[in-house]
């Protein structure tokens, strides 16, 4: 055993670079998985801080086209995000927040281009919206007269009970109105075509929200 170790005392530089040359890709596997890690490690927080960049970059663009919009009332804004959407009903969303937001049946749903749609359901961290596409029967208001938006119809929002004595053009501005459960004032599109029967007008109104693609949205406050 002693000349044993001798020999390899004396020759462990050679012995090395044999066991070396016979586990080379072992150890090659093992220094491309080391740094193959450490890569990693580098770019996960690289690749979150990018997300959260994006992230923080679209809403800053959303918050900017608020902010710049003059056809809101002066009500408080809580900032919101598309949950998912219903499987089995086109003009029904799911949003964050519920209870735990104070959110309430009837509170408008909006975003830059107008009212998306009204809370028809909250629960613990989460409510369900009624697209204003699907919302029947809506109080509004053009110019200083009351109509309800009852339906909607290849891409229009339909609003009728409107005298043909009513004075509206094309391209007046759509509002929410006093006499409905949700607040006043909230933009909902212009007027696009006009159509009189014998009593009354059927107003077509265009809105500029695009109800197939809704990402950040908020909850009209106080």
Do not use: C, W
């Amino acid at each position: 055993m002693t000349t044993i170790l001798r020999i390899i005392k004396k020759n462990y530089f050679l012995i090395f670079i044999l066991a070396l040359f016979i586990f080379k890709s072992t150890f090659i596997n093992l220094l491309a998985n080391i740094n193959t890690l450490i890569t990693k490690q580098d770019n996960y927080p690289n690749a979150e801080i990018n997300i959260l960049k994006e992230e923080n970059s679209a809403l800053k663009d959303e918050l900017k086209k608020l902010s710049n919009l003059d056809i809101y009332a002066n009500y408080g804004y809580s900032l919101t995000r598309l949950s998912y959407r219903s499987m089995y009903n086109d003009h029904e969303i799911h949003i964050q927040g519920g209870d735990d937001l104070k959110y309430k049946e009837n509170n408008a749903v909006i975003n830059s281009e107008g009212l998306v749609g009204i809370i028809s359901n909250v629960m613990p961290h989460e409510s369900k919206v009624q697209l204003l596409s699907g919302v029947p029967n809506l109080s509004v208001k053009i110019n200083d007269t009351y109509g309800t938006l009852s339906a909607y119809e290849e891409g229009f929002l339909i609003i009728r009970n409107i005298s043909n004595y009513s004075k509206i053009d094309l391209n007046d501005e759509v509002y929410t109105s006093t006499l409905g459960a949700i607040k006043e004032k909230i933009f909902i599109g212009t007027v696009y075509k006009i159509e009189e029967s014998d009593i009354e007008k059927k107003i077509y109104v265009k809105s500029k929200v695009d109800f197939h693609n809704l990402n950040y949205l908020y909850v009209v406050g106080e």
